[in-house]
Every structure is written in structure tokens, then in C-alpha cells.
């Protein structure tokens, strides 16, 4: 009884080990999928066209591709298509918009107009 108890108790182990791996696995991708719909939500607000985006998401899905989707195969879709959203002409120019708006409101003669 004292064996069954201990092989129980390792089993137990295991399952608590694999549920852990799983919730890391699922954080990970819970992550990039933000990132992800952040940088969408930035080029929509950027007005990009369906087309481009369009685009962007073909050039991910052929990338990847891959005949036996797994687990890892959604982290690495994921990754690629933030790779290719970020590396997006319009997104590459916001950061200097963003940078001379921001200047335009610290002015202090802009804020007292």
C-alpha cells in the first residue's frame, strides 16, 4: 500500500510538472498574441490598407508553413507575424510622428494657446 501510495504521489508530480510547462507555454503565447494585437491596433489607428496587411499576414502563413500544426507551430506563427508587422513601413515611421507630436504638446506656448 505504502508503494502504490508513492507511485501515486509521482504520478501526481508529473501531472503537476506537465500542467506547469503547459501554463508557461500558454503565457508565452498569451504575451505575443498582446503584442500582436497591439501592433494591429497601431496600424489600424495608422490607417494601413487591407490590402498591405494582407499582405503581411500571406507573407507570415507561407513562412511558417508547416503540414502538421503543433503547439510550437502556433508560438512561431505568432512570432513571425509580429516579426513582419513590426517591421511594417509604417509602424518603422511612427515612432518620429509620436516623438514630434509629443514635443508639439510639451510646448509650453502650444499648451497656453
Same mark, same amino acid.
Given at each position: 500500500?505504502?508503494?502504490?501510495?508513492?507511485?501515486?504521489?509521482?504520478?501526481?508530480?508529473?501531472?503537476?510538472?506537465? *500542467?506547469?510547462?503547459?501554463? +508557461?507555454?500558454?503565457?508565452? +503565447?498569451?504575451?505575443?498574441?498582446?503584442?500582436?494585437?497591439? &501592433?494591429?491596433?497601431?496600424?489600424?489607428?495608422?490607417?494601413?490598407?487591407?490590402?498591405? &496587411?494582407?499582405? =503581411?499576414?500571406?507573407?507570415?502563413?507561407?513562412? %511558417?508553413?508547416?503540414?502538421?500544426?503543433?503547439?510550437?507551430? *502556433?508560438?512561431? +506563427?505568432?512570432?513571425?507575424?509580429?516579426?513582419? &508587422?513590426?517591421? %511594417?513601413?509604417? &509602424?518603422?515611421?511612427?515612432?518620429?510622428?509620436?516623438?514630434?507630436?509629443?514635443?508639439?504638446?510639451?510646448?509650453?506656448?502650444? =499648451?497656453? %494657446?
Amino acid at each position: 500500500e505504502l508503494q502504490q501510495k508513492v507511485e501515486e504521489t509521482e504520478l501526481l508530480k508529473m501531472e503537476l510538472q506537465m *500542467l506547469e510547462t503547459e501554463r +508557461v507555454r500558454l503565457s508565452l +503565447v498569451e504575451e505575443k498574441l498582446m503584442d500582436v494585437l497591439q &501592433l494591429l491596433q497601431q496600424l489600424r489607428d495608422l490607417n494601413i490598407s487591407k490590402r498591405a &496587411l494582407g499582405k =503581411i499576414l500571406l507573407s507570415t502563413l507561407e513562412s %511558417c508553413h508547416d503540414p502538421q500544426p503543433g503547439k510550437a507551430h *502556433l508560438f512561431e +506563427v505568432l512570432d513571425m507575424l509580429y516579426q513582419e &508587422l513590426t517591421a %511594417c513601413e509604417l &509602424l518603422q515611421r511612427q515612432p518620429m510622428e509620436k516623438v514630434q507630436s509629443r514635443q508639439s504638446l510639451s510646448n509650453p506656448l502650444v =499648451i497656453s %494657446c
